[in-house]
């Protein structure tokens, strides 16, 4: 027995396709088969596996299953429920040593994929080709593991509460808060988790729907958050979080309905988590405004800035000891009283936490934050074979330069007007761009930088491109 992968399915980060075009039932069960395999040449033999809302999940599981147990692994099935109770199933079970959540995340109806955790670490990168080898030689150990079903979402919930343990019960119950799940595998969760907070809570698209009959789950493009806005407006809330289709990511807007940026987020919860672990290191992606990276050191942190990718954000967190970070994407990773996974209920329950222990409201804390000026996320197409070309290209031209050059993640270049980036999408062909500045003449001085770089590698910023 072999199997072959659509070439564009095994992705740096996640394996991710097109359901009945580029990924069916029978890749399923060969990323069954191999992680199986892998994980019991290591040692481990116990696998959670958990799915999200889309149409195609329950068959993607079943093959899977059938995968991971024709191996010779043992199969604990949480059924359906966010990304984060899959992480929280295998990072809090002695007896479970991987996990897999078959989920979309926020693309579109008809796609779905696979997130994996290997013994505690992000399985990513060159984990996923190996996957890939292994079906392409049928490498796969033989076997015949069982499948049980385990019940996590009560005790999930109960772990979400535990950041509010012993703050001031009053000024929690005076809290009114919207919420948007939009249709997306957070909604059941969502549900059970207001119904035992204090405060009042107004509840949007909690119902699991695959095809996202309200809006897109991603509550990074500002137009998904018109709903929530809505309701902060309509009902006079202090806030409104949202979540993306699987939960890991978080979105925010504040009483006033401005959107609060994941780096926004980053800077509320390191000013509370600076307080107390005076000293730590936050790590943010190289998308992230200055405004954070300086508001991490003025409250007596070591900002770190790494390559974005939720994997590699977590193996960075590993490797210095960090206690929080992020990503402009909504990923918020929390590691001084959890898992240091990215879970955006949990997340949710730290902005309640966080503005308390702070004594100002969400809303005093983001219009405290400097006006940056700043472009969204510019995404234009490039050809596959050029787009790591063209960012090696920019970083021998800027060499001779005086600008201050930090090519972590791509080039991002700081001058008397702020900054500016350009950098290889992992996953698509794309290269993205972003510049901030104090003002709008000095952000058009840099992406003239950015058009000027561009041109000199025979390119120009072509119409946007979708994620």
């Not at 309905?257 to 790590?283: C, F, K, N, S």
């Not at 472009?375 to 970083?395: C, G, M, N």
């Amino acid at each position: 027995m072999k199997h072959t992968f659509h070439p564009t399915v095994l992705r740096e980060y996640d394996i991710r396709g097109i359901i009945g075009e580029t990924l069916g039932a029978e890749d399923a069960r060969a990323i069954g088969r191999g992680f199986a395999t892998l994980l019991r040449r290591a040692g481990g033999n116990r696998v959670a596996v958990g799915y999200d809302g889309r149409v195609s999940s329950p068959m993607l599981e079943h093959a899977l299953v059938e995968g991971l147990t024709a191996s010779g692994c043992d199969v604990v099935r949480i059924g359906l429920g966010p990304t984060p109770m899959l992480y929280y199933a295998e990072a809090s079970a002695e007896d479970v040593h991987g996990g897999i959540q078959i989920t979309g995340s926020h693309n579109p109806a008809n796609y779905n994929g696979f997130k994996m955790v290997f013994q505690g670490r992000p399985f990513f990168g060159a984990d996923i080709q190996t996957l890939g080898a292994m079906a392409a030689a049928g490498d796969w150990d033989n076997g015949s593991g069982t499948a049980i079903e385990r019940a996590v979402l009560d005790e999930y919930v109960g772990r979400l509460l535990e950041p509010l343990a012993g703050l001031d019960r009053n000024a929690l119950a005076a809290l009114r808060i919207g919420w948007d799940a939009g249709n997306g595998a957070a909604g059941p969760a969502l549900e059970l988790l207001a119904a035992r907070l204090p405060g009042e809570h107004h509840l949007l698209f909690t119902e699991v729907d695959g095809h996202f009959p309200n809006h897109h789950p991603d509550p990074t493009v500002e137009e998904n958050l018109a709903d929530l806005r809505a309701l902060v407006a309509d009902k006079k809330l202090d806030f409104g979080v949202a979540f993306d289709g699987d939960g890991d990511r978080i979105g925010a807007i504040d009483g006033e309905g401005r959107v609060i940026w994941g780096d926004q987020l980053l800077m509320i919860y390191a000013e509370d988590l600076l307080a107390r672990h005076p000293g730590a290191t936050v790590i943010a992606d190289v998308k992230a405004s200055r405004a954070l990276f300086d508001h991490v050191a003025a409250h007596g942190g070591q900002p770190l800035m790494w390559k974005t990718g939720h994997s590699l954000i977590k193996s960075k967190m590993k490797q210095t000891g960090s206690p929080l970070a992020g990503e402009m994407s909504g990923h918020v990773f929390f590691a001084d009283t959890y898992y240091g996974y990215d879970d955006a209920l949990y997340a949710g329950m730290r902005l309640i936490a966080a503005a308390a222990r702070l004594g100002r409201s969400v809303t005093e804390l983001r219009g405290a934050m400097p006006a940056m000026i700043n472009t969204p996320e510019l995404r234009f197409q490039v050809d596959e074979s050029r787009k790591f070309a063209v960012i090696d290209e920019v970083k021998a031209r800027l060499a001779a330069s005086p600008a201050t050059v930090d090519d972590t993640d791509g080039v991002r270049v700081t001058t008397d007007d702020g900054w500016w980036l350009l950098r290889a999408s992992n996953t698509q062909d794309v290269l993205v761009a972003r510049a901030e500045s104090d003002s709008e003449a000095g952000l058009a001085r840099l992406m003239e930088q950015i058009d000027g770089q561009l041109a000199a590698s025979g390119l120009e910023r072509g119409p946007q491109a979708g994620h």
